[in-house]
């Protein structure tokens, strides 16, 4: 059985911009979130990237722009011996109604299908730090994760179903370290 970890970029990877990031000088990793992708390599996990990118559907920036923005991040990861196996981005915008735009699950079932899994399974994490996050892990039938960092903070926890018990980690990197 094939191990994978799907994790959203903003605000889990990287820090969370309300102005977006608009190019490679503005993307800046969080603490301790490299780290974490190579402690899942090492634990023998795939590791896949689903991030909206509205961005693009408003103007701020173009596809050239956000591939150098991501050159930046798997530059990071491979530089500290990691690798990130798909990523994959939605550029539209919410009121564009597309099928992929996180909280739909279309850029997971996209992640499924590279990886040639038949179905998703809680034995397949989804990190986030959203609400939406949250929605498009349930859809796919991916087990949620909501780390802290980002969005995450005590408003997101209170959107919550406490019935669901959605494991709740103060970064990327304890998420990493407790599989």
């Not at 977006?20 to 301790?32: C, F, N, T, V």
């Amino acid at each position: 059985m094939q191990k994978l970890v799907i994790l959203d970029r903003d605000g889990v990877i990287n820090y969370e911009s309300p102005e977006y990031i608009k190019s490679p000088k503005e993307w800046r990793a969080l603490p301790g979130s490299i780290q974490a992708i190579v402690i899942l390599n090492k634990k023998g996990y795939k590791v896949a990237i689903a991030t909206n990118q509205s961005g693009i559907g408003r103007g701020y920036y173009d596809h050239d722009m956000l591939a150098a923005i991501h050159n930046k991040l798997l530059s990071s990861v491979k530089t500290a011996n990691g690798i990130i196996d798909k990523l994959v981005y939605c550029p539209h915008t919410p009121e564009d109604n597309c099928l992929c735009r996180k909280p739909k699950p279309g850029m997971l079932y996209e992640i499924l299908q590279f990886f040639n899994l038949e179905s998703m399974s809680n034995s397949v994490y989804f990190v986030g730090d959203s609400i939406s996050d949250i929605t498009a892990a349930k859809a796919a039938g991916c087990q949620p994760i909501l780390v802290l960092t980002g969005n995450g903070g005590s408003a997101t926890i209170a959107k919550l179903d406490p019935e669901e018990h959605i494991p709740v980690f103060v970064d990327l990197l304890e998420f990493a370290k407790s599989l």
